[in-house]
């Protein structure tokens, strides 16, 4: 089994793959996050609490640890100040 990378080192992700999966902006985020790729995550979670940001899954990036190696990330911070909150 492989580990996720801990260190933030992207892992290449083809595009096409992601789009076949037609999966939410959250769950997105964590499939980047958990490659490695800090900005694509960032710009997931961006959308993922512009649509919702009160849900669960949204709410859950304040924990969720594949998100540690982005946690001091300004952008990161903010967001997660803003997750809870009505859009």
Known sequence: MQKYPE????VDLPNELLEELEIGSQSLAQIYAAAGDAESSLAALRIALDDRAGSRRVLSMKINPLYDYIRDDPLFVKMQGQ?????
Not at 7 to 10: A, I, L
Not at 83 to 87: C, F, I, L, R
């Open 83 to 87: 997750a809870g909150q009505s859009p």
């Open 7 to 10: 260190t933030g080192t992207p």
